[in-house]
């Protein structure tokens, strides 16, 4: 049992889009994450998804609404809900989600990171 600073594991990474996994609750994984433009539209069949902003700001764009989250906010996207992430600007999150969730979802393309790092 150890605790986590979270400055110092964001300091570890520069790449987007690429969560890193910090610790372990039950059958979820912490992970952080630094964002900056658009995502994809996804959604996870499974799998709910907390995104807590730490650091700027998220739009999380769904089919028929926006939600902003600033700095100390967070939603969660409950399974089956087609999402948008979009960080204009560098972005730092913590998402908390079940160990298998895939980052883009029901979607392989590109941005999928089958094999997430621990940090």
Do not use: C
Not at 17 to 34: M, R, T
Not at 46 to 71: A, C, M
Not at 102 to 107: H, R, V
Request: net charge negative; no cysteine.
């Amino acid at each position: 049992m150890e605790k986590v600073n979270l400055n110092q594991k964001f300091n570890l990474f520069q790449d987007y889009w690429s969560p890193k996994i910090v610790g372990e609750l039950n059958d979820s994984y912490v992970k952080l994450a630094k964002l900056k433009g658009e995502f994809v539209w996804h959604h996870h069949e499974t799998e709910d998804e907390l995104f807590l902003v730490v650091k700027g700001k998220l739009l999380i764009k769904l089919r028929d609404r926006d939600i902003w989250l600033q700095e100390g906010e967070f939603v969660i996207i409950p399974k089956g809900v087609e999402h948008l992430p979009i960080a204009e600007e560098e972005a730092h999150v913590i998402l908390l989600e079940p160990k298998t969730t895939l980052n883009t979802g029901n979607l392989q393309n590109e941005r999928t990171v089958p094999n997430v790092g621990r940090i």
